[in-house]
């Protein structure tokens, strides 16, 4: 087994309503902050479109900012990573920075494990299981028990507010980033 020191995750979303953020959202999807054997890693994993139903609630500014959810939010990971120091900081950054209509969740717990063997691999198979559980969650679908077992129980139980996002419509791309470590003691 690989060493995890430190895994959690933050949803990513899109309120279309700000001031009425338990009425209605678009899940966008997940970010990850990992330290494994001493490298932070920070990735995502996102949709790559929206519905048509989603594209048609939205206002203007939201359609342009979400014309490729992957690419906006990848841009905002990437501005906050070098301002970050210490695992954890990335996710917190993202989710104080976004509170209005692109809305970061607080970091939860992620039950990680890795095997002995490629990393980096193996993460972006367990975000994309993370993601579907989230998925899931949100629309109260059966998970397969693989699945389950690839996310934190507190994921599975935490509440979650409707979606308008049909079953089906998911379609996600990965990125994984190698932060700088400064890891003295990992």
């Known amino acids: ?5 430190h895994s959690e995750f933050s949803r990513i979303r899109y309120l279309v309503d700000p001031a009425q953020q338990d009425k209605l959202h678009i899940p966008l999807g997940v970010a990850v902050e990992v330290v494994v054997s001493g490298q932070w890693l920070v990735g995502i994993c996102v949709r790559s479109a ?11 500014i939201g359609r342009d900012l979400l014309r490729n959810p992957f690419e906006f939010v990848k841009r905002e990971v ?3 990573l070098p301002g970050t120091q210490k ?11 976004n509170v209005w209509s692109l809305n970061v969740t607080p970091a939860e ?13 193996q993460l972006k198979e367990q975000m994309s299981a993370l993601w579907s559980e989230v ?11 693989q699945a389950r077992r690839a996310v934190s129980r507190r994921a599975r139980r935490s509440q979650k507010p409707p979606s308008i996002v049909p079953a089906g419509r998911f379609f996600t791309q990965e990125n994984c980033w190698r932060v700088p470590s400064v890891l003295a003691a990992a």
């Not at 998925?135 to 028990?145: E, F, I, T, Y």
């Open 78 to 80: 990437q501005e906050i």
């Open 50 to 60: 929206l519905s048509n139903d989603e594209i048609a609630v939205l206002d203007g």
């Open 109 to 121: 717990t992620w039950g990680l494990s890795l095997r002995n063997g490629p990393v980096e691999a």
């Open 135 to 145: 998925v899931r969650d949100l629309l109260k679908v059966p998970a397969p028990r």
């Open 87 to 97: 695992p954890g900081d990335v996710l917190a950054a993202l989710a104080s920075t």
């Open 1 to 5: 087994m690989i060493r995890v020191t």
